[in-house]
T-cell receptor, first 116, second 114 residues
Framework: DTGVSQDPRHKITKRGQNVTFRCDPI?????LYWYRQTLGQGPEFLTY????????KSRLLSDRFSAERPKGSFSTLEIQRTEQGDSAMYLC??????????????FGPGTRLTVT | AQSVTQLGSHVSVSEGALVLLRCNYS??????LFWYVQYPNQGLQLLLK??????LVKGINGFEAEFKKSETSFHLTKPSAHMSDAAEYFC????????????FGSGTRLQVQP
Protein backbone atom coordinates (compact mmCIF):
# COMPACT_ATOMS: atom_id res chain seq x y z
CA ASP A 1 0.00 0.00 0.00
CA THR A 2 1.61 3.23 -1.13
CA GLY A 3 -0.68 5.62 0.71
CA VAL A 4 -2.74 8.48 -0.67
CA SER A 5 -1.41 9.94 -3.90
CA GLN A 6 -2.25 13.23 -5.59
CA ASP A 7 -1.52 14.51 -9.05
CA PRO A 8 -0.15 16.94 -10.04
CA ARG A 9 2.00 18.06 -7.14
CA HIS A 10 2.24 21.58 -8.49
CA LYS A 11 0.07 23.51 -10.90
CA ILE A 12 0.58 27.03 -12.17
CA THR A 13 -2.28 28.49 -14.15
CA LYS A 14 -3.48 31.81 -15.38
CA ARG A 15 -6.53 33.46 -13.93
CA GLY A 16 -9.68 32.33 -15.69
CA GLN A 17 -8.38 28.91 -16.68
CA ASN A 18 -9.87 25.64 -15.47
CA VAL A 19 -7.80 23.14 -13.50
CA THR A 20 -8.42 19.57 -12.35
CA PHE A 21 -6.68 17.67 -9.59
CA ARG A 22 -6.73 13.95 -8.93
CA CYS A 23 -6.58 11.99 -5.69
CA ASP A 24 -6.09 8.24 -5.33
CA PRO A 25 -6.97 7.08 -1.81
CA ILE A 26 -5.70 4.05 0.06
CA UNK A 27 -7.43 1.13 -1.61
CA UNK A 28 -9.61 -0.13 1.25
CA UNK A 29 -10.65 3.36 2.38
CA UNK A 30 -14.14 4.27 1.23
CA UNK A 31 -14.17 7.76 2.75
CA LEU A 32 -12.38 10.54 0.90
CA TYR A 33 -11.97 14.15 1.98
CA TRP A 34 -10.76 17.32 0.28
CA TYR A 35 -9.21 20.16 2.28
CA ARG A 36 -7.69 23.49 1.29
CA GLN A 37 -4.67 24.97 3.06
CA THR A 38 -3.60 28.55 2.53
CA LEU A 39 -0.22 29.90 3.57
CA GLY A 40 0.23 30.04 7.33
CA GLN A 41 -3.09 28.34 8.07
CA GLY A 42 -4.32 24.89 8.90
CA PRO A 43 -6.29 22.89 6.35
CA GLU A 44 -10.00 23.67 5.97
CA PHE A 45 -12.62 21.11 5.06
CA LEU A 46 -14.11 21.38 1.58
CA THR A 47 -16.08 18.22 0.91
CA TYR A 48 -16.21 14.49 1.49
CA UNK A 49 -17.36 11.29 -0.16
CA UNK A 50 -18.45 7.95 1.12
CA UNK A 51 -17.92 5.58 -1.78
CA UNK A 52 -19.17 7.49 -4.83
CA UNK A 53 -21.64 9.67 -2.93
CA UNK A 54 -20.68 13.24 -2.14
CA UNK A 55 -22.27 13.69 1.25
CA UNK A 56 -21.39 17.24 2.20
CA LYS A 57 -19.89 20.40 0.77
CA SER A 58 -18.51 23.25 2.83
CA ARG A 59 -19.68 26.77 2.13
CA LEU A 60 -16.04 27.37 1.12
CA LEU A 61 -16.79 25.32 -1.99
CA SER A 62 -18.19 27.90 -4.37
CA ASP A 63 -20.11 26.93 -7.49
CA ARG A 64 -16.84 27.17 -9.46
CA PHE A 65 -15.65 24.07 -7.62
CA SER A 66 -16.86 20.58 -8.37
CA ALA A 67 -15.70 17.24 -7.03
CA GLU A 68 -16.45 13.76 -8.24
CA ARG A 69 -15.63 10.24 -7.23
CA PRO A 70 -16.81 7.92 -9.96
CA LYS A 71 -17.05 4.28 -8.94
CA GLY A 72 -15.92 5.14 -5.44
CA SER A 73 -12.23 4.97 -6.24
CA PHE A 74 -10.19 8.01 -7.24
CA SER A 75 -11.59 11.52 -6.93
CA THR A 76 -11.19 14.68 -8.97
CA LEU A 77 -11.51 18.29 -7.89
CA GLU A 78 -12.12 20.80 -10.65
CA ILE A 79 -11.91 24.56 -10.33
CA GLN A 80 -13.45 26.57 -13.13
CA ARG A 81 -12.50 30.14 -13.99
CA THR A 82 -9.70 30.20 -11.44
CA GLU A 83 -9.11 33.32 -9.37
CA GLN A 84 -5.98 34.43 -7.54
CA GLY A 85 -7.72 33.67 -4.26
CA ASP A 86 -7.81 30.02 -5.26
CA SER A 87 -4.04 29.78 -4.83
CA ALA A 88 -3.53 27.24 -2.05
CA MET A 89 -2.49 23.70 -1.26
CA TYR A 90 -5.30 21.24 -1.96
CA LEU A 91 -5.07 18.18 0.26
CA CYS A 92 -6.84 14.88 -0.09
CA UNK A 93 -7.32 12.43 2.76
CA UNK A 94 -8.93 9.03 3.09
CA UNK A 95 -10.16 6.88 5.94
CA UNK A 96 -11.81 3.58 6.73
CA UNK A 97 -15.59 3.56 6.70
CA UNK A 98 -16.51 2.70 10.25
CA UNK A 99 -15.34 2.23 13.80
CA UNK A 100 -12.74 4.17 15.71
CA UNK A 101 -10.23 3.79 12.89
CA UNK A 102 -12.53 5.81 10.66
CA UNK A 103 -11.51 8.89 12.61
CA UNK A 104 -7.93 8.51 11.37
CA UNK A 105 -7.46 10.36 8.13
CA UNK A 106 -4.43 9.69 5.97
CA PHE A 107 -3.30 12.61 3.87
CA GLY A 108 -1.74 12.79 0.47
CA PRO A 109 1.17 15.12 -0.37
CA GLY A 110 -1.14 17.78 -1.73
CA THR A 111 -1.41 19.77 -4.96
CA ARG A 112 -0.05 23.28 -4.75
CA LEU A 113 -2.00 25.62 -7.03
CA THR A 114 -0.66 29.00 -8.04
CA VAL A 115 -2.96 31.29 -10.01
CA THR A 116 -1.16 34.12 -11.78
CA ALA B 1 -19.26 24.60 16.16
CA GLN B 2 -15.81 23.36 16.96
CA SER B 3 -12.59 25.33 17.02
CA VAL B 4 -8.93 24.82 17.83
CA THR B 5 -6.47 27.39 19.12
CA GLN B 6 -2.76 26.81 18.99
CA LEU B 7 -0.83 29.22 21.17
CA GLY B 8 2.40 30.32 19.55
CA SER B 9 2.80 30.24 15.80
CA HIS B 10 6.55 29.70 16.22
CA VAL B 11 8.39 27.79 18.93
CA SER B 12 12.15 27.46 19.08
CA VAL B 13 13.98 24.97 21.29
CA SER B 14 17.51 23.68 21.58
CA GLU B 15 18.33 20.15 20.56
CA GLY B 16 17.78 17.92 23.59
CA ALA B 17 15.37 20.33 25.26
CA LEU B 18 11.73 19.71 26.13
CA VAL B 19 9.20 20.37 23.39
CA LEU B 20 5.81 21.77 24.45
CA LEU B 21 3.25 22.76 21.83
CA ARG B 22 -0.04 24.09 23.14
CA CYS B 23 -3.51 23.32 21.89
CA ASN B 24 -6.89 24.32 23.26
CA TYR B 25 -10.16 23.25 21.72
CA SER B 26 -13.80 24.13 21.83
CA UNK B 27 -16.39 21.45 21.25
CA UNK B 28 -20.00 20.95 22.23
CA UNK B 29 -19.58 17.18 22.22
CA UNK B 30 -16.86 14.91 23.59
CA UNK B 31 -14.00 15.59 21.24
CA UNK B 32 -11.74 13.33 19.29
CA LEU B 33 -8.37 15.10 19.16
CA PHE B 34 -5.38 14.73 16.89
CA TRP B 35 -1.89 16.04 16.33
CA TYR B 36 -0.47 16.03 12.81
CA VAL B 37 3.00 16.98 11.59
CA GLN B 38 3.75 18.53 8.21
CA TYR B 39 7.20 18.68 6.69
CA PRO B 40 7.89 21.21 3.91
CA ASN B 41 6.00 20.48 0.70
CA GLN B 42 4.47 17.35 2.13
CA GLY B 43 1.09 16.25 3.37
CA LEU B 44 0.13 15.75 6.99
CA GLN B 45 1.24 12.75 9.01
CA LEU B 46 -0.70 11.60 12.06
CA LEU B 47 1.39 11.79 15.23
CA LEU B 48 -1.19 10.67 17.76
CA LYS B 49 -4.88 10.74 18.59
CA UNK B 50 -7.21 10.77 21.56
CA UNK B 51 -10.63 9.19 21.21
CA UNK B 52 -11.69 7.61 24.50
CA UNK B 53 -9.97 5.92 27.40
CA UNK B 54 -6.55 6.85 28.71
CA UNK B 55 -6.04 10.59 28.65
CA LEU B 56 -2.27 10.37 28.13
CA VAL B 57 -1.64 9.15 24.62
CA LYS B 58 1.66 8.21 23.07
CA GLY B 59 2.46 8.67 19.44
CA ILE B 60 5.24 8.22 16.98
CA ASN B 61 8.72 9.70 17.23
CA GLY B 62 8.56 9.97 21.03
CA PHE B 63 5.69 12.47 21.16
CA GLU B 64 2.85 12.30 23.64
CA ALA B 65 -0.16 14.41 24.52
CA GLU B 66 -2.53 14.65 27.46
CA PHE B 67 -6.24 15.31 27.16
CA LYS B 68 -7.43 17.57 29.98
CA LYS B 69 -11.15 18.04 29.81
CA SER B 70 -11.28 20.63 32.59
CA GLU B 71 -8.78 22.80 30.75
CA THR B 72 -10.06 21.93 27.25
CA SER B 73 -6.47 21.29 26.33
CA PHE B 74 -4.47 18.72 24.39
CA HIS B 75 -0.84 19.86 24.58
CA LEU B 76 1.88 17.98 22.71
CA THR B 77 5.18 17.19 24.40
CA LYS B 78 8.46 15.46 23.71
CA PRO B 79 11.13 15.13 26.40
CA SER B 80 14.11 15.72 24.14
CA ALA B 81 14.00 17.54 20.81
CA HIS B 82 15.86 16.25 17.80
CA MET B 83 16.85 18.22 14.74
CA SER B 84 14.52 16.07 12.65
CA ASP B 85 11.53 17.32 14.69
CA ALA B 86 11.68 20.69 12.96
CA ALA B 87 8.37 20.95 11.13
CA GLU B 88 4.86 22.44 11.32
CA TYR B 89 2.52 20.87 13.85
CA PHE B 90 -1.24 21.00 13.68
CA CYS B 91 -3.77 20.18 16.36
CA UNK B 92 -7.18 19.10 15.12
CA UNK B 93 -10.57 18.12 16.48
CA UNK B 94 -13.00 15.79 14.78
CA UNK B 95 -16.69 16.36 14.83
CA UNK B 96 -18.47 13.28 16.05
CA UNK B 97 -21.14 13.53 13.38
CA UNK B 98 -21.21 11.23 10.42
CA UNK B 99 -18.81 13.28 8.33
CA UNK B 100 -15.95 13.25 10.89
CA UNK B 101 -14.25 16.16 9.18
CA UNK B 102 -11.28 17.68 10.94
CA UNK B 103 -11.10 21.25 12.19
CA PHE B 104 -7.48 22.35 12.41
CA GLY B 105 -5.66 24.99 14.36
CA SER B 106 -3.46 27.43 12.50
CA GLY B 107 -0.32 25.45 13.27
CA THR B 108 2.90 25.89 15.21
CA ARG B 109 6.24 25.91 13.46
CA LEU B 110 8.88 24.18 15.58
CA GLN B 111 12.49 25.17 15.12
CA VAL B 112 15.25 23.09 16.72
CA GLN B 113 18.53 24.87 17.29
CA PRO B 114 21.77 22.86 17.40
Amino acid sequence: DTGVSQDPRHKITKRGQNVTFRCDPISEHNRLYWYRQTLGQGPEFLTYFQNEAQLEKSRLLSDRFSAERPKGSFSTLEIQRTEQGDSAMYLCASSLPAGEASYEQYFGPGTRLTVT
Amino acid sequence: AQSVTQLGSHVSVSEGALVLLRCNYSSSVPPYLFWYVQYPNQGLQLLLKYTTGATLVKGINGFEAEFKKSETSFHLTKPSAHMSDAAEYFCAVSDNTGRRALTFGSGTRLQVQP
